[in-house]
């Protein structure tokens, strides 16, 4: 039987010797119908091309390192399997609406500060002293925010989202969603301190609900609803301080 | 980012997303049976019913108020869409003070505008 | 970025750079501007329809007629977007379970239809 083979073509950037990234084609077998764009990189690195950069880790859709742009469309490449587009080839960019460090990596610097700034933790008004014993959590409490919970960081939503492309101050799909993750915890009481970020002009207000962040995040997150409900919430709580505590 | 440092959300957005909202239910929910019946059915001679033409039920209040809601709110939902539109095509003027005064100041217009032409086009008689 | 500087300066970024025909680029970004642009038609009209009001008349009946032909279609897939998205957006809860989305959609629409045939049956009735 004839060896399959698929051509792969990657962005390649140096920034001490290229003005702009450009791709460069890789011809590869297709040995084994369960390999995904992430083994092809692992090919070319491993018996063709030793330069090429790209961040990966788990391999298995968790760790949210290996997320590039796949025939345009924002994927983690653990998770992108070649024969979807076989024999077509496929071309592997690094994720929209970052700088670019070298060939697939990317500038995350803007994503870790955003997120840093909603305080991703809980956050105790008055920690409950140890011998009182745990924060009590029924399922339904959990069920309020896990969805949310999910994100794993893989700024695949930031790549999706034309008004982050358009504008680097705002604040995001993943950063509201986590920041709306804590806001829903039962044991949290930090809503105030987030306000300022979350429910800043460059913070949700920006959005304009194009959804696509939300089709292409990995996890069914759904940023684009939460950030929807966030704004839903934040004008309920101006409106009816004293009531509405959703 | 800069430091924040006032702890409320940003108010003016918060308003306009507001008025966004209000303006986008009665659009969505109104104008499609207004278009139909009153400006291809009706003009097309296919149905009768009530018209601009009709002085007696403009004169009536409760009618200037209903015009009023119809007419004006969704102009703020559209000056919302339409602002951030443009700024979608990468105009990001459209983000300043002066393009949100142009975009509501807009609407606002509207709103006076319609209020006016209700009170004076068959005026309400006491 | 940390950087050597010693040695090694700070390698150049490439600044990205969004595409002026970025909404060309992928059919939910066409759609979505398609979605934002509906406000255009239907500012038009109900300025139209001011206009008629202020006339006490249909000024140009057939010119409205082709107009509201075309706005029709764009008032459609305003409502259908709005609605079902206003839907998801909308969590509440009964008796401390959370309503489904899909109950809150249909609500929505059931509005939606409600208001048709109220207005519908209402310019019927007080039809000259």
């Known amino acids: 039987m004839p060896d399959k083979r698929i051509t792969i073509r990657a962005t390649r950037y140096d920034p001490d010797k290229d003005q ?31 330069s090429l950069s790209y961040r990966w880790s788990c391999r298995m859709g968790i760790c949210g390192s290996c997320g590039m742009m796949v025939n345009g469309t924002p994927k983690l490449t653990c998770n992108a399997f070649l024969r979807d587009y076989w024999p077509r080839s496929i071309t592997v960019q690094p994720l929209n609406n970052f700088p670019v460090i070298r060939d697939l990596v990317i500038d995350i ?33 959990i069920d309020d925010f896990r969805q949310f919970s999910e994100c794993i960081n893989c700024m695949l939503c930031y790549a999706a989202c034309p008004v982050y492309g358009l504008n680097n101050e705002f604040l995001g799909p993943a950063a509201t969603a986590l920041a709306r993750r804590y806001n829903l915890d039962s044991r949290d009481q930090g809503l105030k301190e987030r306000q300022p970020i979350v429910g800043d002009a460059e913070g949700i207000w920006e959005c304009s609900f194009v959804g696509e962040c939300s089709v292409v995040c990995p996890k069914g997150v759904d940023p684009a609803k939460a950030i929807q409900q966030t704004k839903l919430d934040t004008t309920m709580r101006f409106v009816l301080p004293y009531g509405n505590r959703d | ?48 019913v009530a018209t601009p033409a009709d002085v007696s039920l403009l004169a009536n209040p409760i009618v200037k108020l209903y015009l009023l809601v119809l007419i004006a709110v969704p102009f703020f939902h559209f000056a919302h869409r339409l602002r951030y539109l443009i700024v979608d095509f990468g105009v990001h003027a459209a983000k300043g003070v002066p393009a949100q005064v142009v975009f509501y100041g807009g609407a606002l217009a509207v709103t006076l505008l319609t209020i006016y032409l209700l009170l004076t086009t068959a005026p309400i008689t006491f | 970025m940390s950087a050597d500087a010693e040695t090694h300066p700070a390698p150049r970024l490439y600044r990205w750079r969004m595409p002026a025909n970025w909404w060309t680029r992928n059919r939910h970004y066409f759609l979505y501007v398609l979605r934002e642009f509906t406000s255009l038609p239907l500012a038009i009209w109900l300025l139209w329809l001011l206009y008629d009001i202020s006339e006490t008349r249909l000024v140009q009946p057939t010119a409205f007629a082709v ?41 929505q629409f059931a509005l939606w239809i409600g208001g048709t045939l109220v207005i519908g049956l209402l310019l019927l009735w007080l039809a000259p």
Request: with cysteine; hydrophobic share 50%; net charge neutral.
């Open chain 1, 109 to 141: 610097e803007d994503f870790m500060h955003k997120l840093k700034s909603v305080k991703p933790w809980i956050i105790r008004k008055q920690e409950i002293p140890l011998g009182a014993g745990e924060h009590y959590q029924t399922n339904e409490m």
């Open chain 1, 20 to 50: 702009a990234p450009r791709l460069q084609s890789y011809d590869i077998p297709f040995y084994d119908e369960s390999m995904v764009v992430l083994d092809a990189l692992n090919y070319i690195k491993s018996n063709l091309d030793g």
């Open chain 2, 1 to 48: 980012m800069s430091e924040k440092v006032s702890s409320r959300p940003a108010l003016a957005h918060l308003f306009w997303w507001f008025m966004f909202a209000q303006g986008g239910v009665i659009a969505a929910v109104l104008l499609p049976i207004h278009i139909l019946f009153q400006g291809i059915l009706e003009p097309l001679g296919f149905i009768n």
């Open chain 3, 67 to 107: 107009f509201s032909i075309v706005c029709l279609p764009f008032a459609l897939y305003h409502s259908w977007t709005f609605l079902s998205l206003a839907g998801s957006i909308i969590h509440i809860k009964v008796l401390d379970r959370p309503v489904s989305p899909r109950l809150i959609v249909a609500s």
